[in-house]
């Protein structure tokens, strides 16, 4: 299993205000907006990206981090063998990926996907 991709998730009420500082002054592309959240980044580079929402997706909490792995089922097991306790999921979502949320050793709620 490869990480490949790590992104911080922003939690705000307002989704559009990213659009101001991050689009227009910044210069961010938005590489993905399903109202709930919007992704600013680059399409140049996918490792400039940026995440604001409002919740995490089927009104789950908003996690701190999203990591993408190649494969989300090996992550969750190394999870589960290393006594991390699995706050949601795994659960493939509509909108195409395969995740679960765990919560680090600060406390952070992280969000482990895999797109499908």
């Known amino acids: 299993m490869k990480v490949k991709r790590i992104t911080t998730n922003i939690s705000t009420r307002d989704v559009a205000a990213a659009q101001r ?3 227009e002054a910044l210069g961010l592309d938005i590489l ?3 109202g709930w959240i919007a992704t600013y ?3 140049d580079t996918m490792t400039v990206q940026i995440n604001f929402a409002e919740q995490g997706g089927n009104d789950t909490a908003t996690p701190d981090l999203s990591i993408e792995v190649d494969d989300v089922d090996v992550a969750l097991e190394r999870m589960k063998a290393a006594g991390f306790q699995i706050e949601y999921g795994p659960v493939n979502e509509v909108w195409g990926v395969r995740r679960f949320y765990v919560r680090d050793p600060f406390g952070k709620l992280v969000n482990i ?3 499908l």
């Open 21 to 23: 500082f991050y689009g």
């Open 32 to 34: 993905m907006d399903h």
């Open 41 to 43: 980044g680059s399409f």
């Open 113 to 115: 996907l895999s797109h």
